[in-house]
């Protein structure tokens, strides 16, 4: 069987391409979607699998700036992977991922990041957990603070259009001091955040944007919908929290105290939260979110010395990596970073590790002790790994990445 993969030439096939992932989801093609979709996503960046002609699957890549310790760096954002059941596991996922880091390398991409539907797949690729998140399900009658909170905003819906000026603000502060997010354009706003189609409430009400200001200047917003129900005559209602984000440790106390205290919510759900979130230490009964871990971002360097060079470090101490990366073998080998500048070396290393294990730290997520502890990295010098965890150490927030994509 001859697999051809390549970019998608029109809507058409786009949305062939698509229901690669989307038949999973029960969707069907959907043209109005498709070219919603495409102001995100270009249709030469949406790859597809082809059998004799036919497209039996799809690999997209989203052209993202990704905030990483220090700064920002271009990032393939993988999204909408998936193969039709009629070819499963005949490598038509392998050449899609081998096609797309080729195009994803020449087009001077860094890195790739994604979320997985598995965290078995896509290890094998090269990609490492960069992060993690949790989910929580708060029940009203434990959702007091530690310490007696005074509000000192005031907090009012925004239609959708006030949305649409109001948010994207707030989260560019946030994405500048917070690895993981990614910079949202105006059409990612108004189709993926702002948008509420009916067939995506899942039995909720519709969005509400709630924003926060304090002394007249805007500094948070929520983003939430009511699920409705009463049993026996009591509210059972859930209060679900798509995204809350706010610009000083204040606001972020004022918008959650905000969105607790909402009548007739029994239980307040959210995910994608970072693991280190502020509400471990302003709830007076932290175990009763029942937070729940699960992997975040997946990071894959597609360049190593071009990745290792676009972030920051802790101390400018020399470092010798030795990187195994099959997949992208021209990563392989021994790279020298020093004040900020990774280059190729024949210097001995002081450690040794698969690419993945390089996505794994990229973000602060993670140290190479850890790694190591989980036999991910190799010390083959003494005091390689305090050496490399002194110059990889996170010096602000871990990564948060508050959207799958
Ligand atoms: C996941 C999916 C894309 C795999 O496609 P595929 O063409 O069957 O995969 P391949 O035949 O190329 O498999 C490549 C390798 O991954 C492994 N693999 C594939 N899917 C896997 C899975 N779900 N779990 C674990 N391993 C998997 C294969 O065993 C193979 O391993 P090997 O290279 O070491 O031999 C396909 O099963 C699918 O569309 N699933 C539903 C949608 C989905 O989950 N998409 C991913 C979104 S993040």
Same mark, same amino acid.
């Given at each position: 069987?001859?697999?051809?993969?390549?970019?998608?030439?029109?809507?058409?096939?786009?949305?062939?391409?698509?229901?690669?992932?989307?038949?999973?989801?029960?969707?069907?093609?959907?043209?109005?979607?498709?070219?919603?979709?495409?102001?995100?996503?270009?249709?030469?960046?949406?790859?597809? +699998?082809?059998?004799?002609? /036919?497209?039996? *699957? &799809?690999?997209?890549?989203?052209?993202?700036? !990704?905030? =990483?310790? %220090?700064?920002?760096?271009?990032?393939?954002?993988?999204?909408?992977?998936?193969?039709?059941?009629?070819?499963?596991?005949?490598?038509?996922?392998?050449?899609?991922?081998?096609?797309?880091?080729?195009?994803?390398?020449?087009?001077?991409?860094?890195?790739?990041?994604?979320?997985?539907?598995?965290?078995?797949?896509?290890?094998?690729?090269?990609?490492?957990?960069?992060?993690?998140?949790?989910?929580?399900?708060?029940?009203?009658?434990?959702?007091?603070?530690?310490?007696?909170?005074?509000?000192?905003?005031?907090?009012?819906?925004?239609?959708?259009?006030?949305?649409?000026?109001?948010?994207?603000?707030?989260?560019?502060?946030?994405?500048?001091?917070?690895?993981?997010?990614?910079?949202?354009?105006?059409?990612?706003?108004?189709?993926?955040?702002? +948008?509420?189609?009916?067939? /995506?409430?899942? *039995? &909720?009400?519709?969005?509400?944007?709630?924003? !926060?200001? =304090?002394? %007249?200047?805007?500094?948070?917003?929520?983003?939430?919908?009511?699920?409705?129900?009463?049993?026996?005559?009591?509210?059972?209602?859930?209060?679900?929290?798509?995204?809350?984000?706010?610009?000083?440790?204040?606001?972020?106390?004022?918008?959650?105290?905000?969105?607790?205290?909402?009548?007739?919510?029994?239980?307040?759900?959210?995910?994608?939260?970072?693991?280190?979130?502020?509400?471990?230490?302003?709830?007076?009964?932290?175990?009763?979110?029942?937070?729940?871990?699960?992997?975040?971002?997946?990071?894959?360097?597609?360049?190593?010395?071009?990745?290792?060079?676009?972030?920051?470090?802790?101390?400018?101490?020399?470092?010798?990596?030795?990187?195994?990366?099959?997949?992208?073998?021209?990563?392989?080998?021994?790279?020298?970073?020093?004040?900020?500048?990774?280059?190729?070396?024949?210097?001995?290393?002081?450690?040794?590790?698969?690419?993945?294990? !390089?996505?794994?730290?990229?973000?602060?997520?993670?140290?190479?002790?850890?790694?190591?502890?989980?036999?991910?990295?190799?010390?083959?010098?003494?005091?390689?790994?305090?050496?490399?965890?002194?110059?990889?150490?996170?010096?602000?927030?871990?990564?948060?990445?508050?959207?799958?994509?």
């Amino acid at each position: 069987m001859a697999i051809d993969v390549r970019p998608t030439k029109d809507l058409e096939e786009f949305q062939q391409a698509f229901l690669g992932i989307g038949q999973y989801f029960g969707a069907e093609p959907n043209a109005e979607r498709a070219e919603r979709f495409t102001k995100n996503l270009p249709l030469e960046r949406m790859l597809a +699998a082809l059998d004799g002609g /036919r497209i039996v *699957g &799809g690999a997209g890549s989203f052209p993202f700036e !990704l905030a =990483v310790p %220090g700064g920002s760096v271009s990032c393939a954002g993988v999204t909408v992977v998936g193969v039709y059941p009629t070819h499963r596991r005949r490598g038509i996922l392998r050449s899609m991922m081998r096609a797309q880091l080729d195009d994803v390398r020449e087009r001077g991409e860094p890195i790739a990041a994604l979320w997985a539907s598995e965290e078995s797949i896509y290890g094998r690729y090269g990609y490492g957990t960069a992060s993690l998140t949790g989910e929580i399900a708060l029940a009203r009658e434990h959702n007091e603070y530690a310490h007696a909170f005074v509000p000192r905003g005031q907090v009012r819906f925004l239609t959708f259009d006030e949305a649409l000026e109001q948010l994207p603000p707030i989260w560019d502060r946030a994405f500048e001091r917070t690895p993981g997010m990614f910079r949202r354009a105006r059409p990612w706003w108004e189709h993926r955040i702002v +948008a509420d189609p009916a067939e /995506r409430r899942e *039995g &909720g009400g519709p969005k509400r944007f709630a924003l !926060l200001e =304090v002394d %007249g200047q805007a500094q948070g917003y929520a983003i939430y919908r009511h699920h409705f129900s009463f049993d026996e005559g009591s509210s059972t209602s859930r209060l679900v929290v798509n995204e809350a984000v706010a610009a000083t440790p204040e606001a972020t106390a004022e918008l959650w105290r905000f969105l607790l205290d909402i009548d007739w919510t029994a239980t307040l759900s959210a995910d994608l939260l970072p693991i280190d979130h502020p509400l471990f230490f302003l709830l007076d009964e932290p175990r009763r979110m029942k937070f729940r871990v699960s992997d975040g971002l997946w990071v894959r360097l597609v360049d190593v010395g071009q990745a290792l060079s676009s972030r920051s470090y802790a101390n400018d101490r020399e470092l010798v990596l030795d990187v195994l990366d099959s997949f992208c073998p021209w990563n392989e080998g021994r790279w020298k970073l020093a004040g900020g500048t990774c280059e190729r070396t024949d210097d001995d290393a002081d450690l040794r590790c698969d690419v993945s294990a !390089l996505g794994s730290v990229y973000l602060g997520g993670f140290t190479f002790g850890e790694l190591a502890r989980g036999l991910r990295v190799e010390e083959l010098r003494d005091g390689g790994l305090e050496r490399a965890d002194a110059v990889f150490r996170r010096q602000g927030a871990g990564p948060w990445c508050p959207e799958i994509f």
